[in-house]
């Protein structure tokens, strides 16, 4: 059975301790994303709950997992010193069987709030198609459109820019990262945006959702082993995007980064792909004696790069 189709217990499936709802740090708040219903409802099978995961520990500490989520929220955490303008989406990984709320969204914030980034991290629903929860398998003929998930995230990028002057966000400075799962929910933003799909709840609709950058970490259903995945569509209006994986990641292997690249570059995107030889998959952020835990200084060095950050070396940087 091929690695896609089934995602080992590594992240998902072992053992765990006090389940309870996930709540923001004090001082920061949860936003609903949708007004009412979200659309496309589907069944979860249980209510929404939050799990330190010890099954598998991440650069020796455990992590979290928030899973059943059926009502989407953002979190907004503000830059620390100076502000940049520039803002970020995050997409969590896991799956879309869970969200590893703490790994690969909390941390991942805390970094990007470091650097004078406004984040703001998505809560997203799951389970989600592609993922099946009723017989634990992936359903890879499901249409990108019929995907919660995707509705989401363009929700979520659409309210950012309508917030903009609010939350002291450069409205043409506004980027997603994604980790695994999360890294897909990248590549179908950029490759769907203004092609809503969802019909509109209020005025923030009226915002493109296009990313103004990208940041797809150890992506994931990029390709099925037969070229790039159908539901995804690149074109020189993508946005400028980076890209970072393991060799040697078992789950969500090498060839995902390599076709999302070569895609970008026949789109004519301007893309950085960094491939390390070890590292494994689910890393985030947390160090670690490899090389590759020191991706973020990459992927900062890129955003001064591409404009979103002021350029080195002015005294602009916070």
């Known amino acids: 059975m091929k690695s896609w189709m089934v995602l080992p217990c590594l992240l998902f499936a072992c053992g765990s301790l006090q ?53 989407p929220t953002l979190t907004v955490y503000p830059p620390k010193g100076k502000n940049t303008g520039a803002a970020v989406v ?51 003929g499901v249409l990108a459109a019929s995907l919660p998930s995707l509705q989401d995230a363009q929700r979520a990028i659409r309210l950012v820019r309508f917030h903009a002057a609010k939350w002291h966000v450069d409205p043409h400075k506004i980027g997603v990262i994604g980790f695994s799962a999360g890294g897909f929910l990248v590549a179908e933003t950029s490759a769907d945006f203004n092609r809503r799909m969802y019909r509109p709840v209020g005025p923030a609709d009226e915002e493109s959702d296009r990313p103004d950058f990208a940041i797809a970490i150890y992506p994931g259903h ?17 946005p400028p995007t980076f890209v970072l994986q393991a060799e040697d990641a078992k789950t969500d292997q090498v060839r995902q980064s390599l076709v999302y690249y070569a895609a970008l570059a026949k789109a004519g995107v301007p893309a950085e792909l960094h491939i390390y030889a070890k ?12 090389p590759i835990t020191h991706w973020p200084k990459l992927a900062e060095a890129w955003l001064h790069t591409i404009g979103v950050l002021p350029p080195q070396g002015t005294g602009e940087s916070p």
Do not use: M
């Not at 690969?104 to 406004?118: N, P, Q």
């Not at 990029?222 to 993508?238: A, C, D, P, V």
């Not at 590292?279 to 490899?290: D, V």
């Open 19 to 71: 389940a309870k709802v996930w709540q923001p740090s004090a001082g920061h708040t949860q936003i609903p994303l949708w007004p009412g219903t979200p659309p496309g409802v589907q069944p979860v099978p249980g209510s929404e709950t939050e799990t330190l995961r010890t099954d598998r520990l991440i650069a020796g500490r455990p992590w979290t997992a928030v899973t059943n989520v059926s009502r």
């Open 90 to 140: 995050v997409f969590p990984g896991g799956g879309f069987q869970v969200l590893a709320i703490d790994l690969e969204g909390t941390e991942v914030c805390r970094w990007l709030t470091s650097i004078g980034v406004t984040c703001v991290l998505l809560k997203y629903r799951v389970p989600s198609a592609p993922y099946d929860w009723e017989c634990k398998c992936y359903d890879h």
């Open 222 to 238: 990029i390709t099925l082993g037969h070229g790039l995945n159908k539901n995804l569509h690149f074109t020189h209006e993508t």
């Open 279 to 290: 590292g494994g998959h689910a890393f985030g952020l947390r160090p670690t004696q490899l």
